[in-house]
């Protein structure tokens, strides 16, 4: 046998007993099995939960690490998702950058820019990453964040008559606004906020409002000047508008039955007509053929 997983053996061992001592209180995890290590994004300087607990749940305090100045709050510290604190680092940073930068392919005329435009977000990410720039670059991704929704708030464009003149304006002040960011991304779409859902209407655009006729508030005619000063006719909530529109609906409830349409619909056998209309289920609640093709629009 060689030296060879002896040695092995004992490195790791060693990495875990580093692992497992905080690097503030000494307290070992060997003594204490409860024992939790947390991280803060500020610094990512690891430290066990009793350490986190005593230094900050009191307020914001400075980072107990030598040589780290970080202010820390106690709300931030989790536990690490990777073992490796700069692995932990990197995929907060690029989370934090792709909030900001979302763009997909289908927001781009061509593949080739898709592929600029990530190239210029790896760059902003090795950026943070290295800790290159860093103001810069963080002024730069929040100053894109608030011109996309900017963007966003103004709506979509107007289709006015004035067509691609103003089409060409407003490329060209987006530009611009986009310049300002510090960014420009060539065959960038223009983002088009998403068409506001109109209210839930329960009758699937069905409307009761008579086709044939408008009731008006007055009708200039003898007997009618009389009855509407006649306070008999008005008596126990009756309105003398209900008593037009009832004689109205009467008179044109006719209109828009087309019988010779009917009995034709009748006497051609079709395959798929009444198959699942609210035709069909009309006429089989009430019992009748449903190649009578009843005319549910108007139920009046
Ligand atoms: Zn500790
Ligand atoms: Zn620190």
Known sequence: ???????????????AEDGDICPVCKSSRYLNSTMQFKINPACYHRM?????ERIFKRGNSTCPIAGCAKTLSWAKFRRATFEDLKIEREVDIRKTVMDVMNKKEEDFETLRDYNDYLEQVEEIAWNLILNIDVEATTGKLERWKQHQKAELDAGPPLASGKGATQRKASQSSKKKD???????????KKRVAPVKEAPYDPWGGWSIAPQYYVLQDNYDVDWYKRIKTDVHHVAGGHSLQDYCSQALRDAFGGLGVFIEDEILARDTPSMDADVGTEHAVAAA???KDANMNVNMDDVF
Do not use: I
């Open 285 to 287: 609640m009430s019992g």
């Open 178 to 188: 986009e310049a300002e960011t510090g960014f420009t991304f060539h065959g960038l």
């Open 1 to 15: 046998m060689s030296k060879q997983p002896a040695r092995a053996a004992a490195a790791s061992k060693r990495l």
């Open 48 to 52: 066990c939960d009793t350490c986190v």
